[in-house]
Antibody, heavy 120, light 107 residues
Framework: QVQLVQSGTEVKKPGASVKVSCKAS????????LHWVRQAPGQTFELMGW????????RSSQKFQGRVTITRDTSASTVYMEMSSLRSEDTALYYC?????????????WGQGTLVTVSS | DIQLTQSPSTLSASVGDRVTITCRAN??????LAWYQQKPGKAPDLLIY???SLESGVPSRFSGTGSGTEFTLTIDSLQPDDFSTYYC?????????FGEGTKVEIK
């Protein structure tokens, strides 16, 4: 069965960086784009960017360009999201999510979420 | 940017009720709309995509309609497991945006 398993809770100070991982299993890793989506406390979801695990091509939302780097390790079927210059407003649950179909950015499987807390 | 407005923000209902949630877009998005259910502390589950296509494994009491700028999610005969928050999401080739959510709570 398809599973996306993310790394654990992170607590960071303002200005630091964080790197969250998402290990995929149960399907051909290279065949589906993987996205990073965040949800701040009590808020809706915000798309951050995505990676084509086969080609390694990435695209970030304008809001996060220059601050978010998405990478993958095909040998480990794992994608990573690194965010730099963290601020308190970045406190959120960060999810990886599998894009169901090429060309249509909606999601059929999600990771369990990684809580990132930014606090001095 | 495309913005989605969901209504109501909170809905009180009883088991067995028929429930309708509306999602309005500020520009024409065709039928490129998905609906998700999120339970507290959990990731969302996909219910509907392309406005009315039911995701595999989702009960048939869930249905979606609409096109252009106005969309609805209907739950026929609300079940105890359905008390959750529901989100719409518009999407295109590269990105998407979510509505603010509708919480369905027990009356």
């Amino acid at each position: 069965q398809v599973q996306l398993v993310q790394s654990g809770t992170e607590v960071k100070k303002p200005g630091a960086s964080v790197k969250v991982s998402c290990k995929a299993s149960g399907y051909p890793f290279s065949d589906y784009a993987l996205h990073w989506v965040r949800q701040a406390p009590g808020q809706t979801f915000e798309l951050m960017g995505w990676i084509n695990p086969g080609s390694g091509n990435t695209r970030s939302s304008q809001k996060f360009q220059g601050r978010v780097t998405i990478t993958r390790d095909t040998s480990a079927s794992t994608v990573y999201m690194e965010m730099s210059s963290l601020r308190s407003e970045d406190t959120a649950l960060y999810y990886c999510a599998r894009q169901k179909r090429n060309g249509y950015v909606f999601f059929d499987f999600w990771g369990q979420g990684t809580l990132v807390t930014v606090s001095s | 940017d495309i913005q989605l407005t969901q209504s109501p923000s909170t809905l009180s209902a009883s088991v067995g009720d028929r429930v309708t949630i509306t999602c309005r877009a500020n520009q024409n998005i065709g039928r490129w709309l998905a609906w998700y259910q999120q339970k507290p502390g959990k990731a969302p589950d996909l219910l509907i995509y392309k406005a009315s296509s039911l995701e595999s494994g989702v009960p048939s009491r869930f249905s979606g309609t609409g096109s252009g700028t106005e969309f609805t999610l209907t739950i026929d005969s609300l079940q105890p497991d359905d008390f959750s928050t529901y989100y719409c999401q518009q999407y295109d080739t590269y990105s998407g945006t979510f509505g603010e959510g509708t919480k369905v709570e027990i009356k």
